[in-house]
């Protein structure tokens, strides 16, 4: 069974910083690609950050500007996402994700897997 387990949200105060893990079981991870995406209230979920496996390449929504960095650990079978000089308006749902295609991963329908959230609540 192919469990994604999100950790790491919580409240920050504006221009601070949060590292958001997802632990991945049930699949070879070094052979899937890995994103993250975030969901506000009353609004469509949101890609944030991409890392494939074939290549190591990664990409950010056009929001983040040098904000975040994603990175991943094949060996511990993790992703991360470093959040820094965050804003209120990243105030959502946090949500990663993973899939076996190297490509279109700023779609969310390319991924077959997901976690259940981990809420990130920026305000002062």
């Known amino acids: 069974q192919v469990q994604l387990v999100e950790s790491g949200g919580g409240l920050v105060q504006p221009g601070g910083s949060l590292r958001l893990s997802c632990a991945v079981s049930?699949?070879?991870?070094?052979?899937?690609?890995a994103g993250w995406f975030r969901q506000a209230p009353g609004k469509e979920r949101e890609f944030v950050a991409t890392?494939?496996?074939?290549?190591?390449?990664?990409g950010y929504g056009e929001f983040v500007k040098g904000r975040f960095i994603i990175s991943r650990d094949n060996a511990k079978n993790t992703v991360y996402l470093q959040m820094n000089s965050l804003k209120i308006e990243d105030t959502a749902v946090y949500y990663c994700?993973?899939?076996?295609?190297?490509?279109?991963?700023?779609?969310?329908?390319?991924?077959?897997?997901w976690g259940q959230g981990t809420q990130v609540t920026v305000s002062s």
């Open positions: 994700a993973a899939t076996d295609q190297s490509y279109g991963l700023y779609s969310a329908s390319r991924y077959n897997y």
């Open positions: 049930g699949l070879t991870f070094r052979s899937y690609s």
């Open positions: 890392y494939n496996w074939n290549g190591g390449n990664t």
